[in-house]
Structures are given as C-alpha cells and as structure tokens.
C-alpha cells in the first residue's frame, strides 16, 4: 500500500445514474479518491491504485461494452500483479443488474482481487424504450449507500484492513 492509499473508482455511464453513483462513492473517499472514467482507464492507473469501486450500469444483462472493454485493455497487463487488493462494485439496472454483477466478480476472480463490500445494484425500473435511454435521477438513499461504500473502502485502505 502507498504512503496515501488510492482508491479507483472505475465507472462508465449513458443516463447519469452510475455517474452519480461513482461521484458519490469519490465524495465518500474523500482525499484517496481517484474517479476515472472507463475509456481513460490505463493499466498503469490500475496498478497505481491500493483499490477498486467498479461502476456501471447494467445493458442487455451484461456490464456495458465500454466498462467491458476497460477490463479487457487492462486483465493481461495486470494479471499477478495486484493479488489480494479490495474492490467494490456499484451497478445501475432496469430491473435485475445480477448479469453485470457476475460478469465483474467472474473477471477479477481472475486477478484474486478480494470483495469488501456487498454488491450494490440499484434498481431504477427502467423499462420501456425511452425510459431506458432517459437522463436518470439516482435516489437519494441511494447516493448515501454509494458515498458509504466509497468511505468504507477508502477507511479500510488508511486503515490497512486490506
């Protein structure tokens, strides 16, 4: 761990909601926050983090292609390299958000990153076309949760409980 911990909070969003999401996780973290949006995100940036928070919404059952593709630039350049560190993961849904949850623990089991925290889907009932594809208001509850869970990570990095 560095003398500062840095805590990656990775997110890619299209309506807003895992956006504020992630915003509210980096309030939470407060100093140790380093938001970076998935088509920034460089392996480098990666293995200069203590630890995670990954954020996106659920499309088709699965994480979106952007936050997919972030994990595919990134899984061989950091394979072996960053056994045991925390992570997170914060999922905006229509409805279920459990496909795009599996798809993130499948790919860092890979990595032996070590979960911290509960999964956080939050469920927007999105359901239509243009429900779907319309500018998200995230509830507030909601935002405290994430904000919590961007404290807690960020604690246990100072800490040094991970």
């Known amino acids: ?5 840095r805590l990656l909070i990775l997110w890619h969003s299209r309506t807003g909601a895992s956006e504020a999401l992630a915003r509210a996780a980096a309030e939470g973290a407060g100093d140790a926050a380093w938001l970076a949006a998935a088509g920034e995100a460089e392996p480098a940036m990666w293995l200069a983090a203590d630890g995670y928070i990954f954020c996106c919404p659920e499309n088709l059952g699965t994480m979106t292609g952007l936050m997919k593709e972030a994990f595919d630039r990134a ?30 623990d499948r790919i860092v089991t890979g990595w032996r990153l070590k979960r911290v ?28 949760q994430a904000r919590d869970t961007g404290a807690a990570l960020a604690e246990g990095l100072r800490l040094g409980l991970f």
């Open 1 to 5: 761990m560095s003398a500062s911990p």
């Open 75 to 104: 899984y061989y350049p950091l394979l072996g390299k960053v056994e045991g560190r925390p992570y997170a993961t914060l999922i905006a849904a229509g409805s279920d958000g459990e496909g795009a949850q599996r798809q993130i």
């Open 117 to 144: 925290a509960p999964p956080m889907i939050v469920n927007l009932a999105a359901q239509t076309p243009e429900a779907i594809a319309a500018p998200k208001t995230v509830p507030d509850a909601a935002l405290v």
